[in-house]
């Protein structure tokens, strides 16, 4: 069995930055992608940031060049680094994997309990 731990969400200024950090454990498995959503109230839940196995790297437009996502070399952790936040930035923001249970094929995917990025003054 395998999950995904998060931490770093809270209450920051506009302008303001934050890190988030999801971490995989358990079983043994292989993670094709690991990234983040956000749900705002009353909003569907959209893709952040996430990078994939290979590197490949995708971001929201509205969060670029203000956001990076980057993991760890082990690549079962992954931080999403916040800069200049603005209030439309407030949501609930989930850690996701795409990942394989070994031995595999099949593939599984995860998601975080969420955690909550208020941006106000």
């Known amino acids: 069995q395998v999950q995904l731990v998060e931490s770093g969400g809270g209450l920051v200024q506009p302008g303001g930055s934050l890190r988030l950090s999801c971490a995989a454990s358990?079983?043994?498995?292989?993670?094709?992608?690991m990234g983040w959503y956000r749900q705002a109230t009353g909003k569907q839940r959209e893709l952040v940031a996430r990078?994939?196995?290979?590197?490949?790297?995708d971001y929201a437009d509205s969060v670029k060049g203000r956001f990076t996502i980057f993991r760890a070399s082990a690549k079962n952790t992954v931080w999403l680094q916040m800069n200049n936040l603005k209030p439309e930035d407030t949501a609930i923001y989930y850690c996701?994997?795409?990942?394989?249970?070994?031995?595999?094929?099949?593939?599984?995917?995860?998601w975080g309990q969420g955690t909550l990025v208020t941006v106000s003054s």
């Open positions: 996701n994997a795409d990942l394989t249970v070994l031995p595999g094929p099949d593939d599984l995917e995860l």
């Open positions: 358990g079983s043994a498995f292989n993670i094709n992608a």
């Open positions: 990078i994939s196995s290979g590197g490949t790297f």
